[in-house]
């Protein structure tokens, strides 16, 4: 499931129930930190080169720092190539563990 949220950010829900939000609003941290929030309802679309990113189970278990490796239920700044990473890791939890 895709859900889209507030022209900013997404949600991505896996079959095993690990949904990945993926933010770059205003405030966020993403290119768009300083920017102000609820900006985005303004405008027809925003780009970042980066994003802020948070990963978690159906129970609601943040499992950000353990897809990641560091640690943070919130992660910043974070490159294209290592969200596919993450999604993929995502995809292919165990939620079972």
Do not use: C
Not at 20 to 35: E, F, K, P
Not at 71 to 91: C, F, R, T
Request: charged share 25%; proline share 1%.
């Amino acid at each position: 499931m895709i859900k889209i949220n507030r022209n900013s950010n997404f949600h991505i829900t896996f079959d095993n129930g690990v949904t990945v939000s993926i933010l770059i609003a205003g405030g966020s941290y993403s290119d768009n930190h300083d920017g102000e929030i609820g900006d985005e309802q303004k405008q027809k679309s925003m780009l970042s080169s980066n994003a802020e990113i948070a990963v978690w189970t159906k129970d609601n278990k943040w499992i950000t720092g353990e897809l990641t490796g560091k640690g943070n239920d919130v992660e910043g700044w974070v490159e294209p190539d290592d969200i596919l990473v993450i999604l993929n890791k995502a995809a292919s939890y165990n939620i079972d563990k």
